[in-house]
């Protein structure tokens, strides 16, 4: 392992040495550092060498700065499975009360330095000018407005003020992140998905937008996507990235989706290849999973909303304690993962050849606007309701004044904000 902690991180150290020599439990730790590759075998030896904890603490902390640039992380990331949170709290505190903000572009995106409003923008791969769509597929417009959608940054004090009680999400990239379109199918009874491809040029764009790193694969077989998914899975930068993003387009069914060929992929193989057992690179970080799909063959016709007090709002996502320490020893097969999908169970999703997919375009309007300051199931709560609110326009169609209803199961732990950027 080639190269020095960084500075920030060497620094955090110094302040905290004191307490964690005197309050580090270092037998289990030691352990974990090896099988991450923090230290070799003759370094366990020799530090596991000493008589007493406290020696083991000193030749510890003296050597751990030497061992590269991911040393630190791995070692918070040691320390909390080795149930020494507290530990691990104090010394990502340093980092960000002290150093991240002096020093952003080594934990977190550098600001933007403009001399104007600090936003990054996204540029849309469609002509959004352009509207006019087949009479079979077009739709009303959910935000009536055309031009670029913002990205801001979330301030210094957002972040600080709910760091503690979301998920770790301070890697550069946040997390890797998978897209698979499939939009030409090589059987008939699949017809193509016209506007499939405006969906990925969009989802590519936020993504990177949020920071993550993004692949994209297109018209994959059934088999093909599953091998996919399980390289994606085992990829070695998952172990010190935050977190992942699945997206997956396609035709589909209730619970699977449709490779090119007109095979299944079940979603619940998806999940699987992501999950504490499968992927334990990734365990304790949050998976997002977002499926462009229908589930079902029935149109949903809406009906019409009674006189009086229109009920529109949704009652809150369950909030869960994220201080609560989790237990380490064991986890659940799955946990940490919040899925969304475009429809209901057993319904159709809607797509516009031009402009692509109601729920994708609800993704990018929403996620685009409040991701600097709203944790993802709340987000996800503003695309069901603008979903909600849009309606079909394909006179002649069974697809008229047509409905859809997106929804998202969570298994979150805690609170999941994005955290796009910093503004200066």
């Given at each position: ?24 439990v ?54 909390r ?29 550098p ?38 959608v ?54 590519k ?66 999940f ?90 609800a ?42 209803m ?12 994005l ?6």
């Amino acid at each position: 392992m080639a190269g020095g902690m960084k500075d920030y991180h060497r620094k955090a150290l110094k302040r905290k040495r004191l307490l964690l020599l005197k309050e580090m439990v270092p037998k289990e730790l030691l352990q974990h550092l090896m099988s991450e590759g923090i230290l070799t075998d003759y370094m366990y030896d020799k530090i596991a060498a000493e008589s007493v904890p406290y020696d083991q603490n000193i030749a510890l902390l003296n050597l751990l700065p030497k061992r590269g640039p991911q040393a630190f992380q791995v070692f918070c990331k040691a320390l909390r499975e080795t149930e020494q949170d507290h530990l691990a709290n104090q010394l990502e505190e340093q980092v960000v009360d002290v150093d991240v903000f002096a020093t952003p572009q080594k934990t977190f995106p550098p600001p933007v330095q403009e001399t104007g409003p600090r936003r990054m923008l996204y540029e849309s791969s469609m002509q959004l000018s352009n509207r006019a769509a087949p009479a079979q597929s077009s739709e009303d417009s959910i935000d009536n407005g055309d031009g670029p959608v913002m990205v801001p940054y979330c301030s210094v004090e957002f972040y600080r003020s709910h760091y503690k009680e979301a998920y770790n999400l301070t890697s550069c990239p946040r997390g890797l992140a998978i897209i698979i379109n499939n939009v030409d199918f090589y059987t008939p009874e699949l017809d193509s998905r016209k506007g499939g491809e405006v969906d990925t040029a969009s989802l590519k764009q936020l993504f990177t937008l949020l920071r993550y790193e993004v692949s994209v694969h297109q018209n994959l077989k059934a088999q093909d996507m599953r091998c996919e998914l399980a390289k994606f899975s085992r990829r070695s930068e998952h172990a010190r990235l935050d977190s992942c993003i699945v997206a997956i387009l396609s035709h589909g069914v209730d619970g699977a989706v449709y490779g090119a060929d007109g095979h299944l992929v079940q979603l619940k193989e998806v999940f699987s290849m992501l999950d504490n057992a499968h992927c334990p690179q990734l365990q304790n970080k949050p998976k997002m999973f977002f499926i462009q799909a229908c589930r079902g063959e029935e149109t949903d016709r809406g009906v019409d909303q009674r006189d009086g007090r229109e009920q529109s709002s949704s009652p809150g996502c369950e909030e869960m304690d994220a201080r609560k320490e989790l237990m380490k020893v064991k986890l659940p097969t799955q946990s940490d993962m919040i899925c969304a999908y475009a429809c209901l169970r057993g319904t159709v999703s809607m797509r516009n050849t031009k402009r692509g997919s109601w729920f994708v375009e609800a993704l990018m309007s929403v996620f685009s606007q409040h991701a600097k300051d709203t944790h993802v199931a709340d987000m996800l709560v503003k695309v069901n309701a603008l979903i909600k609110e849009r309606e079909g326009h394909a006179p002649g169609t069974e697809y008229h004044r047509c409905k859809e209803m997106s929804e998202y199961c969570s298994t979150l732990c805690r609170k999941l904000y994005l955290f796009p950027g910093l503004q200066p």
